[in-house]
């Protein structure tokens, strides 16, 4: 039985028929947090922007330049509303 590619990749990580794990960080120690997700075996990174206390947009996409180049993890990043579990309303 020949297998079919994968419908959804994020990076060169397939997504569907292995389950993945996705490390969840954010906060001031950005890049520690997501070298630590890399070495215990973490798929992706969610970078989850709603549960940082201040977001300086600027400082964040440097921060994310780093982390792309230290960390070999595909990146999400998100913002979630208070009712889908975020940290914040949003309108």
Do not use: C, H
């Not at 969840?24 to 890049?31: K, T």
């Not at 940082?52 to 792309?68: D, G, H, P, Q, Y």
């Not at 998100?78 to 975020?86: A, L, N, P, S, Y």
């Amino acid at each position: 039985m020949k297998r079919r590619p994968y419908r959804l990749s994020i990076g060169n990580v397939g997504i569907g028929r292995v389950p993945r794990i996705v490390a969840v960080v954010w906060g001031p120690q950005l890049l520690e947090l997501a070298a630590k997700a890399g070495e215990n075996g973490a798929d992706l990174l969610e970078v989850r922007i709603d549960l940082f206390k201040k977001v300086n947009l600027a400082s964040l996409k440097k921060e994310l330049k780093v982390i792309r180049q230290k960390v070999a993890l595909p990146i999400i990043v998100t913002v979630r509303r208070k009712d889908e579990g975020g940290g914040r309303r949003y309108s």
